[in-house]
């Protein structure tokens, strides 16, 4: 028999009535009337019951596992000094009891400190001992949290003040028996301070006393570094020193988002403590050496999930901490930042007192000045003080003088972000015959007396161009300056007022703007304000780019014109079939380079197009530029066969060395290669250098590298406009009768008129040809640099190949410039014979 509750959902149907349950028929119908109500009651409660519990239950798991848990990680680095234990050795090695013990006792400390702050307890996580180092024992950790997003800026503030409130060395805090001072803590980027995932990339380093030691990113130099990585090496020195760390080799991907390294002056990665964070690639001129201020560092690498990139290779040493850079010199002598030509350390803090015989005075000059940038609010963190100012940022050369025989200079760094530092030289001067036999300038140097009123700005104040009387070539500003005859209208407003630009008759295919300058008639409406004041770019109409062809318009692949000028590789796509950003894999250097300028060695990787030619019998006889993987350009007049027999035009008697740096060092990154043919342009003209172009087909094809890379080819439309600066290289000869160079040579020339030049040289400059240099002299090509680039920087950093180094009066000879073949007009020709 079956008893209790029997549900009958037919019953419900046939009769209609909302009974949903039904009893077995009792004898004792009223007790059974009373029973069954008690038990409805009984059973509704508990179902009611039941689903209320249900539903607890669902909110609970709901909460703890469904429920989008909105909270943020925010990480915090920092370290604390512990001053009443000593460090040990074995608290280097984080596997040992020692580090264990230590690391669990302050990571208890920590927890009970920060779970002890209201404002921080409700969203403290854990905190992790990554370190130790000497200085009574420093602690490195970080410290993990999760927060509402709406609570993150409120933690960071609070966790802030927590450095200063916990630290204090006249107050230390006593917490689970560690005596504690120095209590710093940051916020940082979540990159840069992931917890490391595997023990596998962390690597703990000590310098050996009079030993460079090296390490290198994980697979370097036979595999890519792991995507993916955090990896870190902990380095340290014994006490008393301090670490000299650099990157020898340095090739990364180049945008830091995604994979960087960063060393800090800390064993924590804390972002206050940054050295330095690069990405990218560096050349071994341009190796970067760093310093820490006491004996440890930590280097970082980050990479995302690309894996293509070498990696890098550092070599670090220790050197004996100098107490003591402050000092006391007489008469003369060189002031550089510590550890010059190395980063400075960051907490630097040098005074020097300079003092020469009275009655003559102080002057110290600058050579190199290269600091931080001022802050946001144009305070200098690391600073040179002179003469009561503060200096920062980069500088070119500087004087500074002083008012009596002893003068003090100061530098201080801060405790992030180190730099090249300073190079500074000082010695005394007469205050009443600053420069003897020489012109005084204002701003303190010394130049030569017929640098005076010649139209340049030798001084770098204009100071000795002023108060000038003209000579009969040259022009008078209304500003009072001399300029040279030869400036007046060449589109640059040499005169600083443009009152050499305001007088010209413009030449046909050149608008006037309402300034008076000239500029190119193809300039007008294309976005660019050429002409200063805007009237180039006025009254363009709806500004369709399209217009009919001619001349001086780029044509697109499609047939048709297009009003901008240069399009070509601008990064803008400006053709609707974007033909004109097509074929663009050209004129790039990889390596990032110093912005040391002035010096005239070129940097590895600097002009990776750069080609030395061989001949074989005499070795470097002219230069080339790399255009494509098979293909040179040079000069016509390199490949003429002499009266003395010598077979200039026979390919078989050069060879081509691309990546080349220095003459005789054929380092692994040299390619050498055979000629297959020599094109010399049919009309090329001996007499007059007209045409002097020709193209150098290489026997075997070359791979692109950090040091070769083909130079872009301008369209025949591209113009190179007067005054423009351009840079020539080569190891062609240092003076007109001097030895030729063994380091690639670099100078910065600027394009003259030609009308200019025709007149200032003995033979014609026809429209094939680009006359560039200093009517002052000194920086010019010679002898040797001939087939060798004229290259360009353009608008987005790309490098155009502008002329070729073709004939001059000499070298460097005063109102003498150089000339070059004008590439552009060659455009066509050379694709005819190279396909390029
Ligand atoms: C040469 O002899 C040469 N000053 C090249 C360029 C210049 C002079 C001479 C320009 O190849």
Known sequence: MESGLKFDRTKEEVNGIPEEMEFLPASNQRKLEKRSRKERALLGGLIVGIALLSLLVGLLVWHFQFRPDNRIKKMYSGYLTITNKKFTEDLEDSDSAAFKQLAATVEEMLQSTY???????????????????????????????????????????????????????????????????????????????????????????????????????????????????????????DPHHILELQFVTFDLENICRNDFVAVYDSLSPIEKREITERCGMYPPTNAFKLISSHNVMLV??????????????????????????????????????????????????????????????????????????????????????????????????????????????????????????????????????????EFACRNGRCIQMDLKC???????????????????????????????????????????????????????????????????????????????????????????????????????????????????????????????????????????????????????????????????????????????????????????????????????????????????????????????????????NSQMFDNDIALLELTDTVLFTSVIQPICLPDATHNFPVGKSTWITGWGRLKEDGDVATVLQKAEVRIIRRKHCNELLSSTITSNMLCAGYLSGGIDACQGDSGGPMSSVETNGKVFLAGIVSWGDGCARKNKPGVYTKVSKYRQWITQHSGM
């Open 115 to 237: 779970m002890g702050m209201a404002a921080v307890a409700p969203y403290y996580v854990r905190s992790t001992v990554t370190a130790f180092s000497e200085g009574s024992i420093i602690a490195y950790y970080w410290l993990e949290c999760r927060v509402p997003p709406e609570k993150s800026e409120e933690l960071d503030k609070v966790i802030r003040v927590t450095s200063s409130k916990v630290s204090g060395r006249s107050n230390p805090s006593i917490v689970k028996s560690l005596r504690i001072t120095d209590f710093v803590v940051a916020s940082a980027d979540l990159r840069k301070v992931k917890p490391p995932k595997n023990k596998n990339c962390i690597f703990d380093l000590h310098a050996e006393a009079g030993v460079v030691s090296t390490f290198a990113s994980p697979g370097f130099p036979d595999s890519p570094y792991p995507a993916n990585s955090w990896c870190q090496w902990i380095i340290r020195a």
């Open 300 to 437: 970082t690498l980050m990479t995302d999930d690309d894996e293509n990139y070498p990696g890098f290779k550092a070599e670090f040493r220790q050197l004996p901490k100098e107490k003591e850079c402050s000092e006391v010199l007489e008469e003369s002598g060189t002031i550089t930042s510590p550890y010059y030509p190395a980063y400075y350390p960051p907490r630097a803090d040098c005074t020097w007192t300079l003092r020469v015989a009275p009655p003559r005075r102080v002057k110290v000059v600058f050579h190199v000045f290269l600091l931080q940038h001022p802050d946001s609010n144009n305070v200098c963190r690391d600073y040179v003080e002179i003469n009561s100012k503060k200096i920062c940022g980069d500088k070119p050369m500087m004087v500074e003088l002083g008012n009596g025989n002893e003068m003090t200079v100061k530098f201080r760094s801060d405790e992030a972000e180190s730099f090249r530092g300073f190079n500074a030289t000082f010695e005394s001067y007469d205050a009443s015959k600053p420069c003897p036999g």
């Open 454 to 684: 010649d139209g340049w700005n030798d001084c770098g104040d204009n100071s000795e161009e002023i108060n000038c009387e003209c000579s009969s070539d040259q022009f008078q500003c209304k500003s009072g300056f001399c300029k040279s005859n030869f400036w007046v209208c060449d589109g640059v407003n040499d005169c600083g007022d443009n009152s050499d630009e305001e007088i010209c008759e413009c030449e046909a295919n050149e608008m006037k703007c309402n300034n008076k300058k000239c500029v190119p008639e193809e300039l007008k409406c294309n976005q660019l304000d050429e002409c200063g004041d805007g009237s180039d770019e006025k009254d363009c109409g709806e500004a369709s780019n399209l217009v009919p062809c001619n001349e001086y318009r780029y044509k697109c692949n499609n047939g048709t014109c297009i009003q901008k000028l240069n399009p070509e590789c601008d990064g803008m796509k400006d053709c609707a079939d974007g033909s004109d950003e097509r074929n663009c894999d050209c004129g790039s250097r990889p390596y990032k380079h110093s912005r040391i300028v002035g010096g005239m060695d070129a940097e590895v990787g600097e002009w990776p197009w750069q080609v030395s030619l061989h001949f074989k019998q005499f070795g470097h006889t002219c230069g080339a530029s790399v255009i494509s993987n098979s293909w040179l350009v040079s000069a016509a007049h390199c490949f003429q066969d002499d009266r003395n027999g010598n077979r200039f035009s026979e390919p078989g008697n050069w060879v081509a060395y691309l990546g080349l740096h220095v003459q005789q060092n054929l380092n692994k990154r040299v390619e050498k290669r055979n000629i297959k043919h020599i094109i010399v342009h049919k009309h090329y």
